[in-house]
């Protein structure tokens, strides 16, 4: 009777031991994992990077309703990983380049015959992940965030730029994505041919590290 008493107390410890495990592993899951929600952590350091999602354009059209502006069909970031603390949190990144391949880039505005190239200025950018998605894109201190489109003319070539204080988006692990829709820049030099107002929008994906798809947890 002593031994199954003994044995019956021994096995309630245990059970009772076994939850508080879970959760002690569940709080050590970062913001940024590869393979799977809550999967392997990626580690600060690691370059995160992404094309244009298949079959989508990064555009800068002149209204947030409108079409006619510059569109792209071949763009890619990457951006290094500087805090990926536990989830629920914010992971931060530091984007280090932005690029568009002005040969996939065509303008549909009045009097622009073609695409001579768009650059990404004052980079590096912090980029902050939140759980749940929320993603926000700021300059250092100090700077602004930065676009620089060059179009060929009829008359020649002419440059544009384009500036905003901060770029908001979403991550997305239904397709490992991160979005960006109708951000507004504002024209701060450029002739009459380069619109007042320039509203991106762009979806990347996948986002990988390392070839690894990244999710948000």
């Known amino acids: ?22 959760p002690a592993s569940a ?19 690691d370059t995160l990077t992404a094309p244009l999602a298949s ?9 947030a309703t409108g079409t006619s502006g510059v569109s792209c069909t071949s763009s890619t970031f990457s951006a290094g990983v500087t805090d ?3 989830a ?11 690029t568009f391949d002005s040969s ?10 073609g695409v ?17 998605g929320a993603l926000t894109v700021s300059p250092a201190s100090g700077s602004t965030i930065q676009t620089t489109v060059k179009l060929k003319t009829l008359l020649g070539s ?18 490992n994505s991160i979005n960006f829709t109708n951000q507004q820049f504002t024209k701060v030099s450029g002739s009459s041919l380069c619109f007042s107002s320039g509203y991106f929008t762009a979806k990347y994906a996948p986002v990988t590290d390392n070839g690894a798809t990244v999710y948000v947890n």
């Open 55 to 63: 079959g989508t354009k990064a555009t800068l059209y002149s209204s």
């Open 27 to 45: 709080a050590d899951t970062p913001v940024l994992t590869t393979g799977s929600a809550g999967g392997t952590a990626v580690a600060v350091g």
């Open 158 to 175: 002419i440059t544009c730029v384009y500036q905003a204080p901060s770029l908001t988006g979403t991550a997305d692990n239904a397709d």
């Open 104 to 113: 996939s880039c065509t303008s549909n505005v009045l009097g622009v015959t």
């Open 1 to 22: 009777m002593r031994t199954r008493t003994l044995l019956t107390l021994v096995g309630t410890v245990a059970a009772l031991s076994l939850p508080a495990v879970a």
């Open 88 to 98: 629920p949190g914010t992971a931060t990144e530091s984007v280090s380049g932005q």
């Open 116 to 132: 001579s190239s768009i650059t990404v200025d004052n980079l590096p950018y912090t980029t902050t992940v939140a759980s749940g």
């Open 84 to 86: 990926n603390p536990s």
